[in-house]
Structures are given as C-alpha cells and as structure tokens.
C-alpha cells in the first residue's frame, strides 16, 4: 500500500514539475460527468418552477415547512458558499499528498442524496437574515441561483487545473467533489420540491 501511495504521488509530481507528460488525476470523463450533472438539474429546477403562480411559490406543506421560493433561496445562498469554498481551494494551491488518500466520490454523493433530514446551518435558511439581503422574492431568487449555477458550469468547461488535488487546509473533500455535492444537493431540494407541489392542498391554477 506505501509503494501504491508513493508511486502516486510521483506520477501526479510528474505533471507539476514539468518533466515528462502531464498526469492528471481529473480526467474529461470527470468533467463530462459533472456539466452533465450540473445542466441536468439546474434544467430540473426549471422545469419544476416554470409558470407557478405567487400561490404556488409561497405554498407550505405546514408552518415548519419551506415553500417553494424559500428552497430556492436556500439553493442560491448554499451555492454561493460552495462556490466560494472553490476559490479558497484553488487559492491554497495542488495538495498531492491529499490526493493520495481522499475519499470516494461516492462517499460525498451518498451523503448529500440520503433519505435521512439535514438540518440547515442558520446562515443558509431563507428570511433568517439579521439584514435582508433583498434577494428574497421569486423572481430574484431564480436570477440568483441560476447565476450561481451558470457560473460553476462555465468554470468547469473552462477548468485547466486538476479538480483532483485541491483541498481546503486540512483535508476533506477535492474541488471536483465538491461540484458533486453541488448538484446533488439541488437534486435533493428537487424531491423536496416535487413533495410540496404533490401536497393535497396545493393551490391549483386558476
């Protein structure tokens, strides 16, 4: 396992240095696989918001209960933090020893796609802002979370680093794990979605 690990480390330090053909770890396959991702559901979100009516925005399932407009926000406020989670990856530079001993993808793609409730930091819950931010009606807030989302997918097809080898100070997950957990966690406030407008009590169009 240690002759595995250290002949890793050299193969990725080959494309570093500039000896040799470049190694990367984050392959085209990789990129296809997360605009492929990214798109698909940022067209979902579309799709499942078109034409709703203010009623249908601000329906909830109960009191405790986010409407439609209110998962949106969260959506653009957690991209937001994502995204900028992404520049302080590339700001701290390629870590290949962490490359060496990150996690599976699908160890972050299980996590954010479980069953089980997540509850939401209080920075990330709509209309709990100490200021308004003013971002908060319908309109805007699907201005804002397509931004965010349009500006990870240019980001992507442009990308020339290795996605593979940048960390946060300290480990966790890599920049392309990261966009994993970027569409995955739309995907799952698009159940969330699809449970409010398949409520009894929905409000019909008129």
Not at 5 to 16: A, N, P
Not at 57 to 77: G, L, M
Not at 130 to 147: I, Q, Y
């Amino acid at each position: 396992m240690k002759k595995t690990v250290t002949l890793l480390l050299f193969l990725i330090s080959l494309g570093f240095s500039g000896h040799g053909q470049e190694t990367k770890l984050w392959t085209e396959a990789d990129r296809k696989y997360l605009l492929d991702n990214l798109i698909r559901s940022r067209d979902e979100l579309i799709r499942e918001t078109k034409d709703l009516t203010k009623e249908q925005w601000s329906f909830k399932e109960s009191p405790d209960r986010w409407s439609i407009n209110q998962v949106v926000e969260h959506i653009a406020t957690w991209e937001l933090l994502m995204t900028h989670d992404v520049s302080r990856m590339l700001a701290v530079g390629p870590q290949l020893e962490m490359a060496a001993k990150a996690n599976a993808d699908s160890t972050y793609f299980a996590f954010i796609m479980e069953e089980k409730q997540h509850i939401s930091t209080e920075y990330t819950k709509p209309f709990t802002y100490t200021v308004p931010m003013g971002l908060n009606d319908l309109k805007n807030n699907m201005a804002w979370v397509l931004k965010m989302r349009n500006e990870s997918i240019s980001f992507v097809t442009s990308a020339t680093e290795d996605l593979r080898v940048y960390f946060m100070r300290g480990g966790g997950s890599n920049i392309h794990q990261r966009y994993i957990t970027i569409f995955g966690h739309m995907d799952r406030h698009l159940r969330q979605i699809k449970k409010v407008k398949q409520h009894p009590n929905y409000p019909k169009k008129k």
